[in-house]
């Protein structure tokens, strides 16, 4: 391997003790507990995975965290009210769906009804549009944390040409309009897409948001790029035992690694710092709400 390795879980815990000195602050000098709410729909596990982590880590910084967990069969109006509530609690000062919900309700419509200050996620369209027009808002937490390290990394990624593979409302297209808000030349590339390893072969930074398992090999990186690895698969992984499996990115680690000039591990990459930037959002919203200055460094 080449390339330098961009440690995701040590720049998130770097990300995190920068958030829960911000917590100490505005519970000494301002008797404010920054306070998030998670809200599961259903049984997912994969989902009740995450959400416990988030849980975990945001008392670990020192916020309050409050979890509602709702039956599968929850009816519309009765997730809408819940977040009504939250919408107007003022310990609360982010707001978490769990996506996804079950397949009766409409994610568009739940989303949207979250108060957009509260939208730790920046899913709410309000956030959307800000976003796309260059304006403060709420910042989707994994294309927030691709962005921080790759400020980390580069100083100033402007001018530089950056595609982003994949173009989901959650991902790829956030993550585009960041590295566009910074003034990189942005491409992006999806499932139709032509030529799709000259496209990528011509990018000094490179983000792969797919969801297929180890698709981007070497031989598409140029020499010296910086790689960013979304993706999160899950492969059997007999050599471990039986039934036990392992988690893959997008891009082949190995072959990439031997070409690129920094890469993301997975796992120890991009995910870590989704969460850590769910709990900047939470800080960062809390300072809006309250009219106090923003923690530095945490926001887009
Ligand atoms: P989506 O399935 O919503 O989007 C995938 C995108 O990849 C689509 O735009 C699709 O194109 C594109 N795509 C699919 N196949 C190809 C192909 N052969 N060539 C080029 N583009 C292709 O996924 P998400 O954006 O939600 O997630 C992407 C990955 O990131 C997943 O592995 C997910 O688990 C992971 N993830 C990781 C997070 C983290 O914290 N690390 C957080 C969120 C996601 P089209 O639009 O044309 O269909």
Known sequence: MTATLIDGKAFAAKVRAQVAEHVTRLKTDHAITPGLAVVLVGEDPASQVYVRS????????????????????????????????????????????????PKHLNEDLVINAIDPAKDVDGFHISNVGLLGTGQKSMVPCTPLGCLMMLREHHGSISGLDAVVIGRSNIVGKPMAQLLLNDSATVTIAHSRTKELADVVRRAD?????????????????KPGATVIDVGINRLDAPEKGEGKTRLVGDVDFDSCAAVAGAITPVPGGVGPMTIACLLANTVTACCRANGLPEPEGLTA
């Not at 509602?68 to 809408?80: C, F, G, P, V, Y």
């Not at 930074?205 to 990186?221: E, K, L, N, S």
Request: avoid cysteine.
């Open 54 to 101: 988030k849980r975990k880590m945001t008392t670990e910084v020192g916020m309050k965290s409050v979890e509602h967990r709702l039956d599968a069969e929850t009816a519309e109006a009765d997730l809408l009210a819940l977040i009504d509530t939250l919408n107007t609690d003022p310990e609360i000062h982010g707001i978490l769906v769990q996506l996804p919900l």
């Open 205 to 221: 930074i490179v983000v792969a948001a797919v969801g297929r398992p180890q698709m981007v090999p070497g031989d598409w990186i």
